[in-house]
Each structure stands twice: as C-alpha cells, then as structure tokens.
C-alpha cells in the first residue's frame, strides 16, 4: 500500500499516471512540436509544390494503418505502458531524417515512419482516462491540454523568430535535432514511471507473434465497429469528417498566411500563442462546466462557430483582424478538446478503450491550423489520406479553395452534433 501511495503522489485529481502524463506533454510542448506547425514551408524550401505538401501528408495518414489496430489490440490484451514507452523511442528515431533532410524525399520518408509509430497516441488517452475519476474527465483532460499549453504558450513564437532570424534550412533541423533528445527523455519516463492500468497478460509478445496479432488486432477492430452502441457511432461519424476537412485545409493554414497575406513566420508563432494563450486561460474552467452542465450543451455551440473561422481568415483585412479570430479559435478549442476526449472515454468500458480509441482517433476533437495527424484511428486514415492529396491540388488550384471547402464540412460536422450527439446515461469508469 504504501509504495501504491507513493506511486499516486500529487494534488486534487492531478497525480500518478495523469500528473506524468502531463508532465511528459509540458516537454514534448516546448520541444518536439516547435517545428511541426513551419513543416509546409520547409517542405517547399526543399523543392517540394503544394501538391507535394499534400502528398507528404497522405503518406504519413496511410502509414498509420499498418500498426493502429494492433496498438489497440495489445494495449487491451497485454498493457498499455511498455508498448506507450517503446513506441515513443521510435517516434524520437523519426526526428532524425527530419534533422537531416537534403530535399522533400527525405521529409516524405520520415513522414511515412513517424506516422507508422504514432499508433500510440490513441494509448496514451486511454491511460489517461483509466487514471482519472469518471465523473470530472472533463476536468482531467482540459488539465492535460491546459497546463502543457501553459508552458509551451511560447513554443510557437520561437519557432518563428528561428525561422525568420536563421532561415529555415538552418532553424528547423536544430529545432528536430533538439525534438529528438526531448523525445527521448520522454520516452525513458513514459516506460519506468507510468503504472500499468490494465490487468497484463503474462505471455509476451516476440517478433513471430506479429502475423497473428495484425489478424487479431484488424478483426477486433470489425468487432469493436459491431459493439458500438448507437451514441459512440455517432461520435465516429464525426471524428471521420472533422480528419476529412482538418486534413484537407491543415498543411495550407500557414501557406496561405506567407502567399495570400503576406505576413512572416515570426508573426504566425504570435498568433498561435494568442490561440494557446486564450485556450490554457479556459480550460479548466470549461473542463469543469462541461462536468456540471453536461459536454453536449457547451460543444454544439463551438462547433457551429468553427464554419466561421476559415472564411475570416482568408477575408482578414489586417493583423488586428487575425488576432480577434485566434481569441475565437482558443475558445472554441478549450470546449472542444477536453469534451470530445471525455465523451469517447465516458461511453467506453476499460476493457475496450484501447482498441476503440485505435478505431476512431485520441478523440483530439479541435479546429487545427497546424500540418497535423487528426489523433490517428484506423477508420480515419483514409480519408485523411484523400483529404491531403485533394487539398494540395485544391491550394495549386487557388490558394483559397481549401478554406471554403473546410467550411462547408464544419457545417455538416455541426448539424450532424445537433442531430446525433447525445450525454452518456450511465459513465464508464
């Protein structure tokens, strides 16, 4: 009992795994993700179009379909922890091409292995929600995106002042090669400080055992789909669209910022740190609304805001005007993110959180300017695979076709919350 309490050691709700958790994402914050959001401009630095862009982006959604489901299937079957810690030295291996790069090639092949290790960022959230109280996960996961984005509020702008002040050749392999010690530090506390949530199976798994574990892994993902009630399907349908038109328009947000309004790398950081800013500011205080009032009531109301946000931005008459939408988007971030998370984890059972998480992403539910990986899931890789490929020909088509189509999908994907989205009756814990 007592090396259990030491375990546990923290404050309120926030310790063991989710202190941890949290403490490991304070780091990956102001380090692994500085370059993510300037990717697009290093890829065009390196002679890569904007169909390129796209491409890049689709092979980083298909690589995540060889090893997601089997991900959710051992973290259900034999533990999360050892696969979360292993899986995060790989994804630490991944910077290294990054840091290396001598043309788009190289980028499209770390792309593809980055996307190929990211198969436990669905694990990682199922940790957290096996580690939090049922009734204040609304509260739990406002605090994991809170307090990492309170530390790494400035992460944004110093990538943008080294994009601008060194260049982008020279600025973004150091910033990878800095993301790759961070990462493995991470990874090192990941693997011998998190405590196992799920009961492990005492055989373990060898290299011949992979065969039969991606049959497993992929029929359980069948099975999962034939489980799901009625409220969890609905909560797909919309994870498949938002992966849709978040991809489509994600690696372009900063491109159209650089070719249609003329603005630097260093002023795209200052923006992202007003959003970051306004979304630590709120979330613990939307995380502990939507615990009292119910996620639903306080979600359906960002999300029919989001429509508005692309056409504002290539509308925008000046930096003032930006600044306003990035209050906005932190906003409706601070609702969204905390209240999808705690609605897949409220409606699923311990047992099978891992391998539904797996099927249908973290439940990273926000409006995402950044090139981003849309929290993985099996069921949507493909069609973040197609939204890339079609957004780098829509951008090479006109620079403002990607946000009016995103718009569109906003709309759909809020109608269908109107319709659809439901509280859960009963909280799994």
């Not at 890049?56 to 060889?66: C, I, Q, R």
């Not at 190289?106 to 009734?135: C, E, K, N, R």
């Not at 990538?159 to 010690?181: C, N, Q, S, T």
């Not at 990273?364 to 981003?372: A, H, P």
Request: overall charge positive; charged content about 15%.
């Amino acid at each position: 009992m007592e090396k259990s309490e030491k375990r546990e050691w923290g404050i309120g709700i926030l310790r063991g795994n989710l202190l941890i958790l949290i403490v490991c994402r304070c780091i990956w914050m102001f380090s692994t993700s500085i370059p993510q959001p300037y990717l697009s401009l290093y890829i065009r630095e390196l002679g890569g179009s904007s169909t390129v862009i796209g491409l890049v982006n689709s092979l980083a959604s298909v690589a995540g379909l060889f090893l997601y489901p089997m991900g959710g299937y051992i973290a259900d079957s034999r533990g999360r922890v050892r696969l979360v810690g292993i899986a995060t030295f790989g994804y630490a291996l991944s910077m290294l091409p990054f840091a290396f790069a001598q043309s788009w090639e190289w980028i499209a092949v770390a792309a593809f292995l980055q996307g190929f290790l990211l198969f436990y960022g669905p694990v990682l959230t199922a940790i957290m929600g096996d580690s939090m109280p049922p009734g204040q996960r609304g509260l739990g996961f406002a605090l994991e995106v809170g307090i990492p984005g309170a530390l790494g509020i400035l992460s944004p702008y110093v990538g943008g002042y080294l994009v601008d002040a060194w260049g982008i050749r020279e600025a973004m392999p150091f910033l990878y090669k800095v993301g790759f010690g961070a990462a493995v530090f991470v990874a090192i506390l990941r693997l011998f400080t998190l405590k196992e949530t799920m009961v492990v199976a005492t055989k373990k798994v060898s290299i011949r055992d992979v065969p039969r574990l991606l049959k497993e892994s992929y029929l359980s993902v069948i099975d999962t789909l034939k489980w799901m009630p009625k409220e969890l399907k609905s909560l797909t349908y919309l994870s498949v669209i938002h992966a849709f038109f978040i991809s489509l328009a994600g690696p372009f947000w900063i491109l159209f910022f650089s070719d249609g309004l003329g603005l630097s790398a260093s002023q795209w950081g200052l923006l992202t740190l007003v959003a970051g800013g306004v979304r630590m500011a709120l979330a613990i205080p939307a995380g502990r609304l939507m615990d009292r009032y119910g996620r639903r009531r306080l979600m359906i109301p960002m999300m029919i805001l989001i429509p508005l946000i692309p056409l504002w931005f290539i509308f925008a008459r000046g930096f003032t005007d930006l600044v306003i939408l990035m209050v906005l988007k932190g906003t409706i971030n601070a609702f969204l993110l905390p209240g999808f998370m705690s609605l897949v984890a409220d409606f699923t059972p311990r047992e099978r959180r891992g391998r539904v998480l797996a099927a249908i992403g973290a439940g990273r539910f926000q409006l995402d300017m950044r090139v981003t990986r849309v929290g993985g899931g099996v069921l949507l890789f493909i069609p973040a695979t197609i939204a890339a490929s079609v957004g780098g020909a829509l951008y090479e088509t006109n620079i403002m076709f990607p946000f009016f189509v995103i718009s569109a999908g906003m709309i759909l994907a809020a109608t269908l919350a109107i319709i659809r989205m439901r509280e859960p009756e009963t909280i799994e814990v």
